[in-house]
């Protein structure tokens, strides 16, 4: 239990501080005293995201680090993370299974589907609200396997143990 909540805690802080970062580099560009902060911000998710500013939601004069469905996915995952205490009970038997999965990703793959070929030329409202659906169920999917991953990890006893000098054939 102990590693539950420790994990837990870990991953709600370090999804905090990611959030925080995507709203950090707008604001920092925007003071006359930390514009390069903001711009080492920027270059930090420039790997992650397009960062088209047509396709991000802006604040503080300026688009955040990243997309409109990047931003979504990542408040979203924090949205699911602050609620997973609450409304993991109604999960039984442990983690989700497939089916939740495809739940979560499949109207975000039908928006980026139906973009890429052309069917829907989608907006950067359903890019959110796709991204945030996504988003905020997948807690539900990485805290239970994290908990899980941790607790195995401090909890098993070495399973490989120091040989003698001789070989395994000569003992």
């Known amino acids: 239990m102990r590693f539950a909540r420790i994990t837990y805690a870990v991953i709600l802080s370090g ?15 925007s003071s006359a005293g ?3 902060f ?40 924090l949205c699911g ?6 409304a993991s009970s109604l999960i039984r038997g442990g983690r989700p299974g497939r089916m939740f999965l495809l739940v979560a990703v499949v109207p975000m793959l039908l928006d980026v589907v139906l973009e890429v070929t052309g069917i829907h030329e989608s907006s950067n ?3 959110a609200v796709t991204g945030a659906w996504f988003g905020t169920l997948l807690p539900f999917l990485v805290i239970p ?3 899980e991953g941790v607790s195995q990890l401090l ?11 001789k070989g395994p054939i000569d003992a």
Do not use: M
């Open 81 to 86: 993370t602050v609620a997973y205490p609450f």
């Open 145 to 147: 396997g994290a908990v």
């Open 15 to 29: 999804t905090a501080a990611w959030c925080a970062l995507i709203v950090l580099a707008p604001a920092a560009s």
């Open 155 to 165: 909890t098993k006893p070495n399973s490989y143990s120091i040989q003698s000098e």
């Open 38 to 77: 903001g711009g080492i911000l920027y270059a930090f998710f420039s790997p992650l995201c397009h960062q088209i500013d047509a396709r991000s939601f802006h604040l503080f004069g300026g688009p955040l680090a990243v997309c409109g469905r990047c931003s979504a996915i990542y408040f979203g995952f």
């Open 125 to 127: 409202a359903l890019h």
């Open 34 to 36: 930390f514009v390069a």
